[in-house]
């Protein structure tokens, strides 16, 4: 038995182009609402990785810090007014070009059975201090030349004291050997994106010792720091939120 073909059901193109409309509305709805989520949770996680870093940084100045002035009991070092002052705070005259520099000194010592004398006494200084950052803004670079971004990388160093000078630490060699002294090391980048670094010397009394001591200005003080106030602001690596 034959059925008549125009008792078939069927779709109409009008009823096709609805239906393609509508997936694409609804398509589109989910798409936005993912977009909507995920730039979300990406502030969320760069916001973290900046604090995370800047803690970084911060908890690396604080270990360094707290060695500040230290030396063994039986040290027979000279000590040197100008080089070896246990906080040393620059204060830079220029934001928009640098930050504040300082430059923490502390003693050591080797202990080597064999010799005679058995103790070897150390000093060293390490130096954190900023430099402009060398990464290329690509939203600003053209053909005519790049234009780096607009903000700082922050450096440590770390120097040797051999009697009368600080020993360039790409050269300087381990007390009794021929080998390089692994312990001091030239400038390392620590962390980029930084916008400013900021160092304050406080004294006892939590008071803000300005200008910070030196053998040049209040240097009544230089022992006299009890505490190093640390303001470090750091930028994300894409444009800010």
């Known amino acids: 038995m034959k059925k008549n ?13 609805i239906g393609i409309v509508i997936s694409m509305i609804m398509m589109g709805a989910m798409f936005t609402s993912y977009t909507v989520v995920n730039n979300s949770y990406s502030q969320v996680s760069d916001k973290a990785k900046i604090s995370q870093s800047a803690r970084n940084l911060v908890g690396m100045l604080v270990r360094d810090v707290r060695m ?15 080089e070896h002052i246990p906080i040393k705070i620059t204060k830079s005259k220029n934001f928009s070009q640098a930050c504040d520099r300082i430059d923490i000194v502390y003693g050591d010592v080797i202990f080597d ?14 130096s954190y201090f900023c430099e402009k ?19 700082f990388a922050v450096y440590k160093e770390k120097k040797k004291w051999d009697g009368s000078r600080w020993l360039d630490p790409t050269t300087d060699l381990r007390p009794g050997t021929s080998a390089k002294d692994e312990r001091t090391y030239s400038k390392e980048k620590v962390v980029d994106y930084v916008q400013d670094l900021v160092f304050h010397a406080i004294d006892e009394n939590g008071k803000l010792i300005s200008p910070p001591p030196s053998t040049t200005d209040n240097k ?3 022992y006299k720091i009890k505490t190093v106030d640390v303001a470090l602001t750091k930028r994300s690596r894409k444009e800010f939120f």
């Open 220 to 222: 009544d003080f230089i």
């Open 68 to 82: 500040a002035g230290f030396k063994y009991f039986n040290d027979t070092i000279k000590e040197d007014a100008n």
């Open 133 to 151: 950052s060398k990464i290329i803004d690509k939203a600003k670079s053209s053909s005519a030349g790049n234009v780096t971004i607009d903000a």
């Open 113 to 126: 059975a064999s010799k005679n004398p058995q103790y070897t006494y150390e000093r060293f200084k390490i």
């Open 5 to 17: 073909k125009k008792s078939i059901s069927g779709i109409t193109l009008i009823e096709i182009l």
